[in-house]
């Protein structure tokens, strides 16, 4: 229903190596935010990127990067794994029009779930 | 930093019975969103409200912002064990373009049959 796919599925690393995670938004959605889930917590807004630009950020260290494609895909970077970076990071798109603040659904992919050894 | 306490943190109830799950906050959010999410899902949007005082309802689920704006609650009537699953709050802030938002920290709910 949702439309968001995030690939891949599952992912194994080891500390100190770097990963990226894709994401393709929802057809006719040209916003994407990341998110980091830790096992039995809550999602923790990671940034938003609007128009291929980083639209707001939350506290993660610079390690943690985004790009955001032409297409409204967007890929998510993390250099220097540590083994706390290990968790579900989710993809969500949203329609956002100009600079008006509003609260358009968010329509999150499955996730990706990262450990890190 | 604005914080999202949700309580109880986990909470196993028989078919048939009400519950109540809260969200918390010291802050003012410009809007409160409730998701289910079941494992290995993304959340799934289930309400959202923004008035405070605001009450709306989705079928047996009853969903109201305090008036203030810092607090939520979620009412479910007869649960029923698909009512299962990990349900997220998340309060949003608004900024330049979409909110950028807060979630809870989450109830683990079980509907035992």
């Known amino acids: 229903e949702t439309g968001v796919t995030q690939s891949p599925t599952h992912l194994i690393k080891t500390r100190g190596q770097q990963v990226t995670l894709r994401c393709s938004s929802q057809?006719?959605?040209?916003?994407v935010s990341w998110y980091q889930q830790a096992l039995g917590q809550g999602p923790q807004f990671i940034f938003q990127?609007?128009?291929?630009?980083?639209?707001g950020r939350g506290n993660f260290p610079p390690r943690f990067s985004g790009l955001q494609f032409p297409n409204y895909s967007s890929e998510l970077n993390v250099n220097a794994l540590e083994l706390d970076d290990s968790a579900l990071y989710l993809c969500?798109?949203?329609?956002?029009?100009?600079?008006?603040?509003?609260?358009?659904?968010?329509?999150f992919g499955s996730g990706t779930q990262l450990s890190v050894l | 930093t604005q914080l999202l306490e949700q309580s109880p943190q986990f909470l196993s109830i028989q078919e048939g019975e009400n519950l109540t799950v809260y969200c918390n906050s010291s802050?003012?959010?410009?809007?409160l969103q409730w998701y289910r999410q079941e494992p290995g899902e993304g959340p799934v949007l289930l309400v959202t409200?923004?008035?405070?005082?605001e009450v709306k309802k989705l079928k047996r689920l009853t969903f109201q912002f305090g008036d203030a704006r810092k607090d939520s609650s979620l009412h479910i009537t007869a649960a029923q064990p698909g009512d299962t699953g990990l349900y997220l709050c998340?309060?949003?802030?608004?900024?330049?373009?979409?909110?950028?938002?807060?979630f809870g920290t989450g109830t683990r709910l079980t509907i035992i049959p």
């Open positions: 990127y609007y128009r291929e630009e980083e639209n």
């Open positions: 057809s006719g959605h040209n916003t």
């Open positions: 409200v923004v008035t405070g005082g």
């Open positions: 969500a798109s949203s329609r956002q029009e100009g600079t008006r603040t509003t609260n358009e659904k968010l329509f």
């Open positions: 998340a309060g949003g802030i608004s900024n330049f373009g979409n909110e950028k938002l807060t």
């Open positions: 802050s003012v959010f410009s809007s």
